[in-house]
């Protein structure tokens, strides 16, 4: 209970609240003009204003202000359990409001800058650029490598630009069909083919006022890739079967991890329509490009398993953790952390040591520091050969424990292939292994 609008709003800034009812006639501040300052410190609480001279100029105005509904007095009894279920829809109409608010938050915090893992320069120049234009309207194109966090740059774009507050809507250009992305990305409406039974909004619609991702967009056909160009220059589209021009307000963000240089001198990819995409080219390094930020991403995927799969793995031996380093990672970040989730579910608990890695990582690659130079004496081909087949099968057997079956899977040879080639080699254990 408050007297007047002044100590509504000391009680407001004190306590917890659920809702306001106020009158609109009240000494000093009027209750509109308290539902207006209300509103723009509570945004989430929810205000009805009582009148007793309910006009429907009134009643405008009240909603104008930011109440959520307005009743006319007095409250006859028969009007009481009218009274009441709305205020129960206004109070849970509250709830939601900050609820969502809640979320938006939790997602956009998500997306910050500093929820990107690792130190590395290459990522640091990355991550200093999408600061640096993701509050623009510009529209912006990722390239990089599959698995290297494209899709995790535009969410960072959107969620730290004044479009934060509206949708981002996804396409992947690569993974719907031809003949269904003209109307995923415009709509339909009725008729415009056999199955289109009823009128559907396309994902430019639903982007109005937001950001539309375009995943993978060297995938587009040149048909649709001509009808993006439109959207681009003039933001404007017809749904499929119509002639009637929408107009949208939406900024684009594309990624691929193609070459679309290449496409464009294959005749695959228009070049006009590049340009217009590669306003604020953005870069996404490969993994192997910031390979000193890896031992931070595996213990990143190490805690999320342990908090949100109660995983019991508790790290990595160093021993491992060079193995991982030294492995080239084609498929980058999602591949380290498929990678990671697999291991803690195989490993079960205490550290991932080395024998617990897959074979295509334990398998070294053959670098130029192991080929040797041919001297201008010459050399014996065959025993140079045959010194670094002995390495590679010690090599292997050193990983495995001398598990041949494993040593075998290393190499990429059966099993008596192998042990043919240990006793041609004299290769013998150490005499702990024996």
């Given at each position: 209970?408050?007297?007047?609008?002044?100590?509504?709003?000391?009680?407001?800034?004190?306590?917890?609240?659920?809702?306001?009812?106020?009158?609109?006639?009240?000494?000093?501040?009027?209750?509109?003009?308290?539902?207006?300052?209300?509103?723009?410190?509570?945004?989430?609480?929810?205000?009805?204003?009582?009148?007793?001279?309910?006009?429907?100029?009134?009643?405008?105005?009240?909603?104008?202000?930011?109440?959520?509904w307005y009743l006319e007095k007095p409250f006859e009894q028969e009007r009481l359990d009218v009274v009441?279920?709305?205020?129960?829809?206004?109070?849970?109409?509250?709830?939601?409001?900050?609820?969502?608010?809640?979320?938006?938050?939790?997602?956009?915090?998500?997306?910050?800058?500093?929820?990107?893992?690792?130190?590395?320069?290459?990522?640091?120049?990355?991550?200093?650029?999408?600061?640096?234009?993701?509050?623009?309207?510009?529209?912006?194109?990722?390239?990089?490598?599959?698995?290297?966090?494209?899709?995790?740059?535009?969410?960072?774009?959107?969620?730290?630009?004044?479009?934060?507050?509206?949708?981002?809507?996804t396409v992947n250009c690569g993974a719907i069909p031809e003949t269904l992305l003209e109307s995923e990305?415009?709509?339909?409406?009725?008729?415009?083919?056999?199955?289109?039974?009823?009128?559907?909004?396309?994902?430019?619609?639903?982007?109005?006022?937001?950001?539309?991702?375009?995943?993978?967009?060297?995938?587009?056909?040149?048909?649709?890739?001509?009808?993006?160009?439109?959207?681009?220059?003039?933001?404007?589209?017809?749904?499929?079967?119509?002639?009637?021009?929408?107009?949208?307000?939406?900024?684009?963000?594309?990624?691929?991890?193609?070459?679309?240089?290449?496409?464009?001198?294959?005749?695959?990819?228009?070049?006009?329509?590049?340009?217009?995409?590669?306003?604020?080219?953005?870069?996404?390094?490969?993994?192997?490009?910031?390979?000193?930020?890896?031992?931070?991403?595996?213990?990143?995927?190490?805690?999320?398993?342990?908090?949100?799969?109660?995983?019991?793995?508790?790290?990595?031996?160093?021993?491992?953790?060079?193995?991982?380093?030294?492995?080239?990672?084609?498929?980058?970040?999602?591949?380290?952390?498929?990678?990671?989730?697999?291991?803690?579910?195989?490993?079960?608990?205490?550290?991932?040591?080395?024998?617990?890695?897959?074979?295509?990582?334990?398998?070294?690659?053959?670098?130029?520091?192991?080929?040797?130079?041919?001297?201008?004496?010459?050399?014996?081909?065959?025993?140079?050969?045959?010194?670094?087949?002995?390495?590679?099968?010690?090599?292997?057997?050193?990983?495995?424990?001398?598990?041949?079956?494993?040593?075998?899977?290393?190499?990429?040879?059966?099993?008596?292939?192998?042990?043919?080639?240990?006793?041609?080699?004299?290769?013998?254990?150490?005499?702990?292994?024996?």
């Amino acid at each position: 209970m408050a007297p007047d609008a002044t100590e509504a709003l000391k009680v407001i800034a004190s306590e917890r609240v659920d809702l306001v009812l106020c009158d609109i006639q009240m000494p000093g501040i009027n209750g509109l003009e308290l539902v207006r300052q209300i509103h723009e410190l509570e945004p989430d609480l929810p205000c009805i204003v009582m009148t007793g001279y309910n006009t429907p100029e009134k009643s405008l105005e009240a909603l104008k202000a930011g109440a959520f509904w307005y009743l006319e007095k007095p409250f006859e009894q028969e009007r009481l359990d009218v009274v009441r279920q709305l205020v129960e829809k206004a109070v849970e109409h509250g709830r939601l409001k900050s609820e969502n608010r809640h979320l938006q938050h939790q997602l956009r915090s998500r997306h910050k800058f500093d929820s990107f893992i690792g130190k590395s320069s290459s990522l640091g120049r990355t991550l200093a650029l999408v600061e640096k234009i993701a509050d623009t309207e510009s529209t912006v194109l990722i390239t990089g490598e599959s698995g290297t966090g494209k899709e995790l740059v535009a969410r960072a774009l959107h969620y730290n630009s004044r479009r934060a507050e509206r949708p981002l809507v996804t396409v992947n250009c690569g993974a719907i069909p031809e003949t269904l992305l003209e109307s995923e990305l415009f709509g339909h409406v009725k008729g415009a083919f056999t199955s289109a039974v009823s009128h559907r909004e396309g994902r430019f619609a639903l982007a109005h006022g937001g950001t539309i991702f375009l995943d993978e967009i060297g995938d587009m056909s040149p048909n649709l890739q001509v009808k993006l160009l439109r959207v681009l220059q003039e933001r404007t589209f017809e749904q499929v079967g119509s002639s009637k021009t929408q107009k949208v307000d939406v900024r684009v963000i594309a990624a691929t991890h193609q070459n679309l240089h290449k496409l464009i001198e294959g005749g695959r990819f228009r070049e006009d329509l590049f340009y217009r995409l590669n306003v604020l080219p953005v870069e996404v390094p490969p993994l192997r490009e910031r390979i000193e930020d890896l031992p931070l991403l595996v213990h990143h995927f190490l805690d999320y398993a342990r908090q949100e799969r109660g995983a019991r793995v508790q790290g990595v031996t160093d021993e491992a953790m060079q193995r991982l380093m030294d492995y080239h990672w084609p498929g980058n970040v999602r591949e380290l952390e498929n990678l990671t989730e697999r291991l803690t579910i195989l490993v079960g608990e205490g550290d991932i040591e080395l024998e617990d890695l897959p074979a295509q990582i334990l398998a070294e690659p053959i670098t130029q520091a192991w080929a040797p130079r041919v001297p201008s004496t010459g050399l014996d081909f065959n025993a140079v050969v045959g010194r670094f087949e002995s390495e590679l099968i010690e090599q292997a057997l050193a990983h495995t424990h001398w598990n041949k079956n494993r040593a075998a899977g290393l190499l990429g040879l059966n099993r008596t292939t192998l042990i043919e080639k240990i006793k041609k080699r004299g290769v013998t254990p150490p005499e702990d292994d024996t």
